[in-house]
């Protein structure tokens, strides 16, 4: 009989990390100004990029419909976090970018990833953190770093 854990059980480890940091960033933002930022604007703001973008390419980039990116866009527009502006070379086309409310919340989201990261190192010691990430950069592709996580876990 084995005493390793049973295979199920890293996926959800590792989910639960992952969701363990997500809320305490989350919680975090709230106080620093951000109360009202959900887990999947954070993909949102990284796929918008310093460039900007447009709908279509932000729903293929997230792997949701064109029609679920416009309502998210419409959200965070309604926040305060984006605006859309017709692009200079394409008239036709309307890009959306970060305000600077949207910037102000991605600096302090690195800055509380930071200081989560070194709770994390306090609590597992520094060494172990960084065998732990050096393990997962070993085991998770390139490939998998993609920000099509919203549209993957619902299936899109």
Do not use: N
Request: charged residues 30%; neutral net charge.
């Amino acid at each position: 009989m084995s005493s390793d854990p049973p295979g199920y059980e890293l996926p959800l480890r590792l989910l639960f990390g992952f969701r363990s940091l997500i809320d305490d960033l989350h919680t975090e933002l709230a106080k620093q100004g951000h109360p009202d930022v959900r887990p999947m604007h954070g993909f949102v703001f990284q796929a918008i990029g310093p460039q900007g973008t447009t709908a279509v390419e932000l729903g293929r980039t997230l792997g949701v419909t064109k029609q679920a990116a416009g309502k998210t866009i419409d959200a965070l527009e309604r926040l305060g976090y984006v605006t859309r502006d017709r692009d200079p070379s394409d008239g036709r086309r309307m890009l959306v970018h970060l305000t600077d409310q949207g910037l102000d919340c991605l600096a302090k989201s690195a800055r509380i990833f930071d200081r989560l990261r070194s709770q994390w190192a306090e609590t597992l010691g520094t060494e172990r953190l960084r065998a732990l990430e050096e393990d997962l950069r070993k085991v998770a592709s390139p490939e998998s770093a993609r920000l099509d996580l919203p549209g993957w876990f619902s299936g899109s």
